[in-house]
């Protein structure tokens, strides 16, 4: 089969002859790829990496990283089951996967009993999402969806309604999963008032927070973006936005984003950017009994923090990793229901390219063209 294969930084490989995928294990679940999307987890294992690629094989799974098919967004078709795969799985259905791999995933994989039971505390308090060991499949747990097959646990697979997500959507279900994740620890819910929200930072995570935000009934949002065309974008769907760079000092872009709030600050903040000053400017910007929610995966570097400007106005600063499943099943709910428009998250989507031109038009493209894209995604 055709895929895209991780062989190290800089080296990717397309190849025409790779074999497809067999059902092994009981609970696994074989998948035609409908389409996969880029992520930029892709990008910095290019760039930067090996990072989750690091080392010979997982030690889960036991697979060579170095050699596995990219790609961990993706949707598909279920072309086959195992035969201890459950009877609310069936061939034919459209599936989105939760990509997580980690300590819980043993227990599908016919290994040994010790083995099973070696899982971290993370794991066994039910936090898979922090899971000491966790990959992703095509992120160094397994092979990924920029192939034509893939093979999964059952676990790990979320049906929709093509006629309610289209497949060419569905893929963003993923990272839609992870911006309700960020939403869902930030405790929104609990808020009394009206919630007025502030996401930093207007990339694919950013912007899936609007609709994630949307999915809880908020409708305040405020998206902080120096990009023009990712302003604009956020503006169709219904929030206001703010230029930082309207403003040279950090404080006065502090003064003048809380002056567009009620109560003198935001109720919620959204780190989506990951940066020294977008990390202040998420403390400095909370109204009283704020919550802040790092969303960004940062680098090794660290940041300020006054203790006081957290106690004086009694802040709460969190953060969110990843996802579990039922951030999944919220996300199909709330398309379901009508909470999101299909049709407003399709325009996250820039463009969508054959898998044999996924690195040069795909990547690479993403790469050197960050500015001009969204979302890409690739169809074998």
């Known amino acids: 089969m055709r895929a895209i294969e991780y062989h190290g930084n800089?080296?990717?490989?397309?190849?025409?002859?790779?074999?497809?995928?067999?059902?092994i294990h009981?609970?696994?679940?074989?998948?035609?790829?409908?389409?996969?999307?880029?992520?930029?987890?892709?990008?910095?294992?290019?760039?930067?990496?090996?990072?989750?690629?690091?080392?010979?094989?997982?030690?889960?799974?036991?697979?060579?990283?170095?050699?596995?098919?990219?790609?961990?967004?993706?949707?598909?078709?279920?072309?086959e089951v195992g035969?201890?795969?459950?009877?609310?799985?069936?061939?034919?259905?459209?599936?989105?996967?939760?990509?997580?791999?980690?300590?819980?995933?043993?227990?599908y994989l016919q290994q040994s009993k010790e083995e099973q039971t070696h899982i971290c505390g993370a794991c066994a308090r039910g936090k898979y999402n922090n899971c000491k060991e966790i990959n992703f499949y095509g992120l160094g747990f397994s092979d990924g969806g920029m192939a034509e097959y893939i093979v999964v646990t059952e676990a790990r697979v979320i049906p929709y309604n093509p006629k309610v997500i289209p497949d060419d959507i569905a893929a963003l279900i993923e990272p839609l999963a992870v911006a309700w994740h960020g939403v869902r620890q930030s405790r929104i819910q609990e808020e009394e008032k009206s919630p007025q929200a502030l996401i930093i930072g207007g990339g694919p995570i950013g912007l899936c927070t609007i609709f994630a935000l949307k999915g809880h009934g908020v409708h305040d949002i405020v998206l902080s973006e120096p990009a023009l065309g990712r302003r604009e974008l956020a503006e169709s769907f219904g929030v206001r936005t703010f230029n930082p760079l309207d403003y040279k000092e950090a404080d006065e872009q502090i003064k003048q984003l809380v002056k567009m709030t009620k109560?003198?600050?935001?109720?919620?903040?959204?780190?989506?950017?990951?940066?020294?000053?977008?990390?202040?400017?998420?403390?400095?910007?909370?109204?009283?009994?704020?919550?802040?929610?790092?969303?960004?995966?940062?680098?090794?570097?660290?940041?300020?923090?006054?203790?006081?400007?957290?106690?004086?106005?009694?802040?709460?600063?969190?953060?969110?990793?990843?996802y579990t499943k039922i951030d999944f099943e919220l996300v199909v709910k709330a398309f379901e229901d009508g909470?999101?428009?299909?049709?407003?998250?399709?325009?996250?989507?820039?463009?969508?390219?054959?898998?044999?031109?996924?690195?040069?038009?795909?990547?690479l493209d993403l790469i050197h063209n960050k500015e001009k894209y969204i979302k890409i995604f690739v169809h074998p």
């Open 263 to 322: 109560h003198g600050g935001f109720t919620h903040i959204y780190d989506c950017a990951g940066t020294k000053a977008t990390f202040n400017a998420m403390v400095k910007a909370l109204a009283a009994g704020g919550v802040g929610t790092n969303v960004a995966i940062w680098p090794h570097v660290p940041v300020d923090l006054y203790p006081m400007d957290l106690t004086l106005n009694e802040l709460t600063i969190t953060a969110s990793m990843c």
């Open 83 to 107: 035969c201890d795969v459950g009877h609310h799985l069936k061939v034919g259905q459209h599936v989105a996967l939760e990509s997580n791999g980690t300590c819980l995933n043993r227990q």
């Open 26 to 79: 009981p609970h696994d679940v074989k998948l035609k790829v409908l389409y996969c999307g880029i992520c930029g987890s892709d990008l910095h294992e290019y760039l930067d990496g090996p990072i989750f690629f690091k080392g010979e094989t997982n030690p889960i799974t036991h697979k060579k990283k170095l050699g596995q098919c990219l790609g961990h967004e993706l949707c598909g078709e279920i072309v």
């Open 339 to 363: 909470m999101i428009d299909p049709k407003e998250v399709g325009k996250l989507v820039s463009k969508k390219v054959p898998l044999e031109d996924g690195i040069e038009k795909g990547i």
């Open 10 to 23: 800089k080296n990717l490989k397309f190849v025409t002859d790779r074999p497809i995928p067999e059902i």
